[in-house]
Nanobody, 121 residues
């Protein structure tokens, strides 16, 4: 059974930090590219950041570039998103996503349950 179990969301003040984690099971994590995407009510899924299988390449949405950092630990089958200098517009439901192709963007195979991030004073 495939699972992507997310943790680490919550409430942060503007300028603060949060770290999201996503633990994978039930599939070969190290062979899948991974990504974080977010969604707010009434809007389409926004692809925030993605990383390839061996940690050597990543992309970031312009809206988070320089503030967020994606990483993965294949031994622990875990994906991370370090979010710094948080802004109210980062408030969203964040999803951990697994893709069976080189760049995790668009079509995907698996998605986590989502974790809420709220940035507010």
């Amino acid at each position: 059974q495939v699972q992507l179990v997310q943790s680490g969301g919550g409430l942060a003040q503007p300028g603060g930090s949060l770290r999201l984690s996503c633990v994978a099971s039930g599939f070969s994590f190290s062979t899948y590219s991974m990504a974080w995407a977010r969604q707010t009510p009434g809007k389409e899924l926004e692809w925030v950041s993605g990383i390839n299988t061996d940690n050597s390449s990543a992309y970031y949405a312009d809206s988070v570039k320089g503030r967020f950092a994606i990483s993965r630990d294949n031994d622990r089958k875990t994906l991370y998103l370090q979010m710094n200098s948080l802004k109210p517009e980062d408030t969203a439901l964040y999803y951990c996503i697994a893709c069976a192709h080189i760049i995790c963007y668009g079509p995907y195979e698996y998605r986590g349950q989502g974790t809420q991030v709220t940035v507010s004073s």
